[in-house]
């Protein structure tokens, strides 16, 4: 266990409906990641925040919508999505104070199917 | 932006053999560069790293070797045993204080 929990680890949705994942870690970081995983592509940066202001926005579609209401939760609200957003969702938090690099902790994943 | 690349894809090694992975990364400012092991149904652990000011660095049985002049750094594994099959992960972070990771290596050791 990293002291990173993610729920829920499985979820199917249709492409009109709300779901929201969520993150908590236990490790006393204050900054928190979202990245996605797809198969043979390099983990991809979705959004970070440090000290619960999200610093980061790759340029992430609108229908993915984060969430960071404490350095201890991040969600990541989804809507409307579409099939090529099946992936595996990585939660990280890392003891980093100003966003800076540092070690990373991930969580186990949310594996996301869109039908 | 930073580009990493990594290499092999998939390497299947005798147990009690050694494997190593290699990364180039494109940005010279990038100075932190760790590993990551990725296990079936879990996310990426942190199995070692490594900052610019140090050439090498060991734990047990894995050690990390970093080329700044040539930008590129390597794990190596020695006396591999089946457990540490599974994908690894380097990534290379400078400038822009992001992580960026390259594609993975699946790593098969057979008994």
């Known amino acids: 266990e990293t002291g990173v929990t993610q729920t829920p680890r499985h979820l199917v949705m249709g492409m009109t409906n709300k779901k929201s994942l969520k993150c908590e870690q236990h490790?006393?970081?204050?900054?928190m990641y979202w990245y996605k995983q797809s198969a043979k592509k390099p983990l991809e940066l979705m959004f970070v925040?440090?000290?619960?202001?999200?610093?980061e926005n790759n340029s992430v579609p609108s229908r993915f919508s984060p969430e960071c209401p404490n350095s201890s939760h991040l969600f990541l609200h989804l809507h409307t999505l579409q099939p090529e957003d099946s992936a595996l969702y990585l939660c990280?938090?890392?003891?980093?104070?100003?966003?800076?690099?540092?070690?990373?902790?991930f969580g186990p994943g949310t594996r996301l199917t869109v039908t | 932006g930073e580009n990493v690349e990594q290499h092999p894809s998939t390497l299947s090694v005798q147990e009690g053999d050694s494997a190593v992975i290699k990364c180039t990364y494109s940005?010279?400012?990038?100075?932190?560069f760790p590993w990551y092991k990725q296990e079936l149904g879990k996310g990426p652990q942190l199995i070692i790293d490594?900052?610019?000011?140090?050439g090498e660095k060991k734990d047990q049985r894995i050690a990390v070797t970093l080329n700044k002049t040539a930008k590129h750094f390597s794990l190596h594994i020695t006396e591999t045993q089946p457990e540490d099959s599974a994908v690894y992960f380097c990534?290379?972070?400078?400038?822009?204080?992001?992580?960026?990771f390259g594609t993975g290596t699946r790593l098969q050791v057979f008994p």
């Open positions: 490594i900052r610019s000011n140090v």
């Open positions: 490790l006393g970081h204050n900054a």
């Open positions: 925040y440090s000290l619960e202001e999200r610093v």
């Open positions: 990280a938090s890392s003891p980093s104070p100003d966003g800076l690099v540092g070690e990373q902790y």
């Open positions: 940005d010279s400012a990038s100075n932190y």
């Open positions: 990534a290379a972070s400078g400038l822009t204080d992001k992580l960026i």
